[in-house]
């Protein structure tokens, strides 16, 4: 794997694996890894009992390839969730 990431990067292709909405795909188009590349990357970084609980978590999760996704368009948001304005976090 050469792709010269940053610690910046890095950590942050770990937050996106974990995310369960977050497709391979959009590592893939962000960071130039494929799924291959980001579970070697984990892999690696990720202690090995973290990296275990990681792949039993994406297996065959439909979330995490676009192809298996129920939708198309547009991102998943909470009902819960409230818009963000002025850059200030609506209270509940």
């Not at 980001?38 to 978590?57: F, G, V």
Request: with cysteine; charged share 35%.
């Amino acid at each position: 794997m050469d792709h010269n990431l940053t610690v910046e990067q890095i950590n942050r292709v770990i937050e996106m694996a974990w995310e369960d909405r977050t497709p391979f795909e959009a590592i893939l188009f962000q960071f130039g890894l494929s799924e291959m590349n980001t579970k070697a990357l984990m892999r690696k970084e990720l202690k090995r009992s973290s990296y275990k609980l990681w792949r039993k978590r994406v297996a065959n999760r439909k979330t995490k390839h676009e192809k298996l996704r129920s939708f198309s368009e547009g991102r998943f948001k909470c009902k819960l969730q409230r818009q963000i304005t002025n850059n200030k976090i609506s209270k509940r």
